[in-house]
């Protein structure tokens, strides 16, 4: 399981493949583009944010979306 971490806090639901996630993170704006595996490095989310593997389930409240604006 993967999620989208902010910090040390997790930001959404977690999702099956690392993949998802970066699809989540694409339709809400978070970024741009999704990363290719050959690609040059550098910064494509936000500072602070992060895609990690969990090893728990994390669902949030039903409603709940992640934020537009990154302040």
């Given at each position: ?15 099956p ?35 990690k ?9 039903p ?9």
């Amino acid at each position: 399981m993967y999620a989208l971490f902010r910090g040390e806090t997790q930001l959404g639901r977690t999702f099956p493949t690392e993949k998802e996630v970066w699809q989540a993170a694409l339709e809400e704006g978070l970024v741009k583009d999704i990363p290719v595996a050959d690609e040059a490095g550098g910064q494509v989310l936000p500072s602070g944010y992060h895609v990690k593997e969990i090893a728990e389930r994390y669902d949030p409240l039903p409603n709940w979306k992640l934020p537009k604006e990154i302040s």
